[in-house]
């Protein structure tokens, strides 16, 4: 079983924005743990329980198992509706409000119900996945190489992105607008292809059949090939790649993200990097 490709049948959720208790004066600083498959997950605290969640960038809302929905009291119902990267519709119920804790940080809303426990066979349970959505009213910054996930104020973040470079990116939102996914551009001679950052793809990068004519790259759906992405200001950088027919340019994935600090600011839609000179 590919867990993560299973997973992201999960990724379509509802809304959970991120509200905290009076202001912040510092940075918050949240570890990440290793997981299955390439991914990471996030310490979240829920109705007196602190589990794991998933952190996936690429999932576009937040995520509660049917254990955590009923241990906050959330009843689920309606439906929210978005689409795979491979075209597949998918429709989950709804649940909320729910509350939930990253660190001194409180978060209550609406979130997507699905059982995770049926796609991740015998790995270790968590409670959902935490996704850009979930931070939509603040700056983050990623650090996967040394596992930390930044929550930045508006002086942080100033000083975070002095030396970095400024990115060609944008939000997309599926489910009547509730979910946020980023897509970076990446400059060619035939206009620009837009691929998703997508931390919870632990395999390797997805490349469209256009998008592959538009680098200039020969890929098939067999063999997993090296290809360099011209990304502005950071030069060429390497990736693991594979021919996919999808709905996007391409979906990158978590070494891609692990190989810099990624800031991004959810709220005015710009996000900055520099390659980490850690090593995934």
């Known amino acids: 079983m590919r867990v993560r490709s299973r997973l992201r049948e999960a990724a379509v959720l509802y809304a959970l924005p991120l509200c905290a208790a009076g202001a912040r004066a510092q940075a918050v600083e949240l570890p ?25 960038t690429g999932g576009g809302i937040t995520l ?15 439906r929210t509706v978005a689409f795979r990267a491979v075209g597949e519709r998918l429709d989950m119920p709804r649940c909320g409000p729910v509350r939930l804790s990253l660190g001194p940080l409180t978060l209550q809303g609406e979130a997507a119900y699905f059982d995770l426990a049926r796609l991740l066979g015998g790995a270790p349970p968590v409670g959902g996945l935490v996704t850009l959505q979930t931070f939509q009213d603040r700056a983050i910054t990623l650090d996967l190489a040394r596992g930390r ?3 930045e104020t508006d002086a942080s973040l100033a000083e975070r992105v002095r030396g970095m470079t400024p ?61 360099r992405l011209p990304v502005a200001g950071l030069g060429a950088v390497e990736v693991r790649a594979i021919r996919r027919d999808l709905i996007y340019d391409g979906l990158l994935n978590a070494d891609f993200v692990r190989g810099m600090l990624l800031t991004v600011d959810l709220r005015s839609g710009r996000a900055w990097a520099k390659l980490n000179p850690v090593q995934p």
């Open 32 to 56: 990440l743990r290793p997981y299955v498959a390439g991914l990471t997950t996030v310490a979240v605290g829920v109705a007196g329980d602190t589990l794991p969640f998933i952190l996936d």
């Open 64 to 78: 509660v198992t049917p254990r955590v929905a009923e241990r906050a009291g959330c009843t689920p119902f309606g």
């Open 149 to 151: 996930l930044v929550v």
């Open 167 to 227: 990115l060609k990116v944008r939000l997309a939102h599926q489910a009547g607008g509730a979910s946020v996914d980023l897509f970076l551009g990446i400059e060619t001679p035939q206009g620009t292809v837009w691929m998703e950052v997508d931390s919870g793809n632990g395999g390797p990068v997805m490349i469209s059949p256009p998008a592959a004519l538009q680098l200039g790259v020969a890929l098939d759906e067999r063999e997993i090939r090296p290809v």
